[in-house]
């Protein structure tokens, strides 16, 4: 039983922490592991008044800088969002199984919507076999859209004012049965009306789920989805979980 | 060097420091991390006979420097605990507790049959859960309910007792005095404290059950009163948690009357925070010329 060097809390000087629009932030900060795509962070800021570390999926990677891309939805959130370069920071990580890139083959499309766009940038940078459709859904801003524009073959924007691409549920703009691999990554009525019309027409699909979590490591059970192998862990067995698995 | 090595039930804590139920899993997740064999000891994911899913709708809810949980005990039960879990758990060259639940005196009964005949070194008697006969109170509330409780698993138990002692008893002296009198070997205290969190915009409970159980820092100071005053009520030895953070607070439910104490919350807020108590007492205690951490227990 040996420990794993390569996950444990470390403190770190954060390099950037933007604002992007309105309540979405980029925080960048130095990491010597290269995560996997889907993979995520319990950051916690060392001055904050709030307790638990907010789990931060991976927007994206590049000499030795983790990107975490985040949507201030609370007070943790809004104390992170605060913090300024050189700050320190409390980072522990990469965390949970991340997609499986290489067993990715065939036409992909990818759907995200809102801030379940943020893992989905540092995954489409790596998928190698041939570049996907990229569907991106937001209200009203588009905040990071044109990051996806070099590694995909068509990018689709959609937004619910119309405000920029097109107006609607970017669930309309998708047509399934094209596509032999679905992924997708946003608020829980749109991966659910993704998984069942993909169950329905039989295409693969993955989703990356969010869930309030305490110990990110697999040990807290606060994070439970039911699967139809019963209870799983979304830090652990997750975040990425095959369509088949999930009960929709 | 000062020495954190404590006696407790018969067995040798390598330091006060043990990981508390719930929050620890079974060891393995916080293996991969750091040597959780550093630790004085582990208790166990509350464990009940059969196996629990736990509980639907939001698990867990951040308040003020604390945390409400609603798991529901979920758990493998014991028979996978025997045969697989435990295994694990012993890999770690720790003190092995085992927490226990249920809802009736019999799960309890049965629960205990089954650990007596494995290598669990302490069983740890989580009576907060609702008893279904005595229309739902907690075993943990009332004292002649628990008396019952512990005196009826004492006669069958053949491991070490300690009782783990819920914050909502009614007395909590009383509660203390009447599971030693029932034959608790040593108590544990506090679990969770009986909380309730609404969310005004859809102007529904937090929790599918309404009510939910507060850790953290909020409840320390409450914690820490409650061990001193079991600690004064009884001769047995105290295990003390609740908020638990930091070799300060550590050092504080010792001087208030605990010889071993469980770290929970805080075991999420950082991963390896149990590492981080177990060097700074040694050097509170080196700074202070206080040799032995024996020699602090119980001083207030």
Request: charged share 25%; net charge negative; aromatic share 6%.
């Given at each position: 039983?040996?420990s794993n060097p390569?996950m444990k809390t470390s403190i770190t000087k954060?390099?950037?922490?933007?604002?992007?629009?309105?309540?979405?932030?980029?925080?960048?900060?130095?990491?010597?592991?290269?995560?996997?795509?889907?993979?995520?962070y319990m950051i916690k800021g060392l001055n904050g008044d709030y307790l638990l570390p907010?789990?931060?999926?991976?927007?994206?990677?590049?000499?030795?800088?983790?990107?975490?891309?985040?949507?201030?939805?609370?007070?943790?959130?809004?104390?992170?969002?605060?913090?300024?370069?050189?700050?320190e920071v409390q980072i522990l990580g990469?965390?949970?199984?991340?997609?499986?890139?290489?067993?990715?083959?065939?036409?992909?499309?990818?759907?995200?919507?809102?801030?379940?766009?943020?893992?989905?940038?540092?995954?489409?940078?790596?998928?190698?076999?041939?570049?996907?459709?990229?569907?991106?859904?937001?209200?009203?801003?588009?905040?990071?859209?044109?990051?996806?524009?070099?590694?995909?073959?068509?990018?689709?924007?959609?937004?619910?004012?119309?405000?920029?691409?097109?107006?609607?549920?970017?669930?309309?703009?998708?047509?399934?049965?094209?596509?032999?691999?679905?992924?997708?990554?946003?608020?829980?009525?749109?991966?659910?009306?993704?998984?069942?019309?993909?169950?329905?027409?039989?295409?693969?699909?993955?989703?990356?789920?969010?869930?309030?979590?305490a110990c990110g490591v697999?040990a807290c059970?606060?994070?439970?989805?039911?699967?139809?192998?019963?209870?799983?862990?979304?830090?652990?067995?997750?975040?990425?979980?095959?369509?088949?698995?999930?009960?929709? | 060097m000062a020495n954190l090595k404590v006696?407790?039930?018969?067995?040798?804590f390598k330091n006060p420091i043990v990981a508390a139920?719930?929050t620890f899993?079974?060891g393995?997740e916080y293996n991969e991390i750091y040597d959780v064999g550093l630790l004085g000891g582990i208790s166990?994911?509350?464990?009940?006979?059969?196996?629990?899913?736990?509980?639907?709708?939001?698990?867990?809810?951040?308040?003020?420097m604390?945390l409400?949980?609603?798991?529901?005990?979920?758990?493998?039960?014991?028979?996978?605990?025997?045969?697989?879990?435990?295994?694990?758990?012993?890999?770690y060259?720790t003190?092995?507790?085992?927490?226990?639940?249920?809802?009736?005196?019999?799960?309890?009964?049965?629960?205990?049959?089954?650990?007596?005949?494995?290598?669990?070194?302490?069983?740890?008697?989580?009576?907060?859960?609702?008893?279904?006969?005595?229309?739902?109170?907690?075993?943990?509330?009332?004292?002649?309910?628990?008396?019952?409780?512990?005196?009826?698993?004492?006669?069958?138990?053949?491991?070490?007792?300690?009782?783990?002692?819920?914050?909502?008893?009614?007395?909590?002296?009383?509660?203390?005095?009447?599971?030693?009198?029932?034959?608790?070997?040593?108590?544990?205290?506090?679990?969770?404290?009986?909380?309730?969190?609404?969310?005004?915009?859809?102007?529904?409970?937090?929790?599918?059950?309404?009510?939910?159980?507060?850790s953290g820092p909020?409840?320390k100071?409450?914690a820490l009163?409650?061990?001193?005053?079991?600690?004064?009520?009884?001769?047995?030895?105290?295990?003390g948690m609740g908020g638990i953070s930091s070799a300060r607070d550590a050092i504080e439910f010792i001087m208030?009357?605990a010889?071993i104490v469980q770290v929970g919350t805080a075991n999420f807020v950082k991963t390896d925070i149990c590492l981080d108590i177990i060097r700074d007492m040694e050097e509170f205690l080196h700074s202070q010329?206080i040799?032995?951490i024996?020699?602090i227990?119980?001083?207030?």
């Open positions: 039983m040996e390569m954060i390099l950037e922490n933007n604002r992007i629009c309105e309540n979405i932030f980029e925080m960048v900060a130095a990491s010597d592991i290269k995560p996997l795509p889907g993979q995520f907010r789990p931060i999926s991976v927007h994206d990677y590049q000499d030795g800088k983790i990107r975490l891309l985040y949507r201030v939805s609370g007070h943790g959130t809004n104390q992170i969002s605060r913090m300024k370069a050189d700050d990469p965390l949970g199984n991340g997609f499986d890139v290489e067993s990715l083959n065939g036409k992909i499309a990818i759907i995200g919507g809102g801030i379940g766009i943020a893992p989905l940038l540092y995954l489409v940078k790596n998928i190698e076999t041939q570049k996907p459709d990229v569907y991106l859904g937001y209200k009203d801003d588009t905040f990071c859209a044109d990051r996806f524009r070099p590694y995909c073959k068509e990018l689709t924007v959609v937004t619910e004012d119309g405000s920029t691409g097109q107006k609607g549920y970017v669930t309309d703009f998708v047509n399934i049965s094209d596509y032999d691999i679905v992924i997708t990554c946003g608020p829980d009525i749109m991966m659910e009306k993704i998984l069942r019309e993909c169950g329905e027409k039989n295409i693969e699909v993955y989703a990356s789920l969010e869930k309030r979590m697999g059970l606060g994070c439970i989805v039911n699967t139809k192998d019963g209870n799983k862990r979304v830090c652990k067995d997750g975040p990425v979980f095959s369509g088949r698995d999930l009960t929709v | 006696e407790f039930l018969g067995k040798v139920s719930g899993g079974f393995e166990s994911k509350g464990l009940t006979l059969n196996s629990k899913q736990g509980n639907e709708g939001i698990r867990l809810w951040e308040t003020p604390g409400m949980n609603s798991i529901g005990l979920q758990n493998p039960g014991l028979e996978s605990f025997i045969s697989r879990e435990i295994n694990i758990m012993k890999q060259k003190n092995l507790i085992a927490n226990l639940g249920g809802n009736t005196l019999d799960d309890y009964l049965n629960g205990v049959l089954l650990l007596n005949d494995s290598d669990v070194d302490i069983i740890e008697l989580n009576i907060s859960c609702p008893n279904i006969k005595a229309g739902g109170m907690a075993f943990g509330i009332k004292a002649d309910i628990a008396y019952a409780t512990v005196k009826a698993v004492r006669g069958i138990c053949g491991k070490p007792l300690m009782v783990k002692l819920s914050p909502n008893a009614e007395s909590i002296s009383e509660m203390a005095a009447a599971c030693e009198e029932a034959g608790a070997e040593a108590l544990s205290l506090i679990n969770t404290i009986n909380a309730m969190a609404i969310d005004i915009y859809a102007k529904k409970p937090v929790f599918n059950n309404y009510y939910a159980g507060l909020a409840v100071p409450i009163r409650m061990v001193h005053q079991a600690a004064k009520a009884v001769m047995i030895p105290i295990c208030a009357g010889s010329g040799r032995d024996n020699e227990i119980g001083i207030i």
